[in-house]
Every structure is written in C-alpha cells, then in structure tokens.
T-cell receptor, first 112, second 114 residues
C-alpha cells in the first residue's frame, strides 16, 4: 500500500533562517505531488505541485520554493523565512485521473 | 473557474443528532467532488468522493453525501453524531489541468455536545 511521510512534525525557526521540509511517498511510481499551507483558522492554499522529476509549478508568488530531486521526494524550501511563513504545511500525492489526493500528517512551522 | 463555498464555519450538534454540513460548488464542467476530515494537528483524511455514477455516495465513519447538479450542492450528512466526529471538514472540487488540483472550501468545524 502507499504511504506518505513528512518531516519534521514540528519546527520552530527564527525570522531570516532557512527552511527545508521533506516529503516522501512509498508504494507508487510517478505520483503527482503537492505542497499546501494551512494558516490558522483558514482553508488550504495550494503552493506548488509537480507532475514529474524536476517539474515544479508554483501557484502563488511567495518566499518559498519547491524541488523534486527524485520521483517520490518533494522538498519545500526557503532561503530566509518571514513571519508570514508560519502555518501548517501539508504534502499530498495523487495518481493521474480523477483520483483523490492523499495527505501526509503535516509540519507545524512557527516563526519567531 | 471552479470554487467551493461551505456554509457555516462552525456547526454544533448534540450526540446522536443528525449532522448536516453544507457545500456548494461552482464549476463549468462536470465536477469531481470530495469531502475530507481533519483532526487536530493531523493531515486530511478522505471521507468520500463523487466522480461519476450514483449521486448518493457513502464514505467512511457512516458519512454520506449527495450530489445535486440542479442545486450545485454536495452536502455531507450523518444520521447520528458521535463524539469522535468532532473535527474540521473540508469540501473540495477538482480541477484537472495537467496535474489534478483541488480547490477547497474554508472548512467547517464540527462540535459534538454530550
């Protein structure tokens, strides 16, 4: 069966520090991969998605970037974090067609 | 463009009562619709989905939803609420452009009163 792993679960970072969040999927090949952010009391905002290695699409202009160095690995990064980057970050995967997305357990990012 | 509106950011019901969470969508093409549940500090778990076929879909934990094209609705129901149903619920519509993208509603927080 397929599984998705995100780490770390919780992260506290100072303003201006770099960021790297990692997501890996097991049990499937060539998945579509997604990064979402969920701000406190708000819905989910799609940040990036990828349909293959090295293929990244950005949904909103922001201080973050994403990379997909391997088929089942998706990384969210920042060179300098802003206070507004705080939130709950969720990674998800899906296969082609009308199939649902499956979510990881998320990373709670707090910026001090 | 596709969009989703969830009516009521907070819904409170008594244990054993009917749960009704409302979702209306906007889509220029036949929609694919989903309901997800999120427990505190966890990711989203798929409750049920509508793609094609039967308009009444059954999901996990006793939930079901009915797709009504004429009303552009996909409301989530459960006949009898349980304390463990307390969570946040998200309705979503899928956009298929290259990768499938989900457009989420703002969520409805469900509280169950003993």
């Amino acid at each position: 069966s397929q599984t998705i792993h995100q780490w770390p679960a919780t992260l506290v970072q100072p303003v201006g520090s770099p960021l790297s969040l990692e997501c890996t999927v097991e049990g499937t090949s060539n998945p579509n991969l997604y990064w979402y952010r969920q701000a406190a009391g708000r819905g989910l905002q799609l940040l990036f998605y990828s349909v293959g290695i090295g293929q990244i699409s950005s949904e909103v202009p922001q201080n973050l970037s994403a990379s997909r160095p391997q088929d089942r690995q998706f990384i969210l990064s920042s060179k300098k974090l802003l206070l507004s980057d705080s939130g709950f970050y969720l990674c998800a995967w899906s296969v082609a067609g009308n199939q649902p997305q499956h979510f990881g357990d998320g990373t709670r990012l707090s910026i001090l | 463009a596709q969009s989703v509106t969830q009516l009521g950011s907070h819904v409170s019901v008594s244990e054993g009562a009917l749960v009704l969470l409302r979702c209306n969508y906007s889509s220029s093409v036949p929609p694919y619709l989903f309901w997800y549940v999120q427990y505190p500090n966890q990711g989203l778990q798929l409750l049920l989905k509508y793609t094609t076929g039967a308009t009444l879909v059954k999901g996990i934990n006793g939930f079901e939803a009915e797709f009504k094209k004429s009303e552009t609705s996909f409301h989530l129901t459960k006949p009898s609420a349980h304390m463990s149903d307390a969570a946040e619920y998200f309705c979503a519509v899928m956009i298929i452009q290259g990768a499938q993208k989900l457009v989420f509603g703002q969520g409805t927080r469900l509280t169950i009163n003993p």
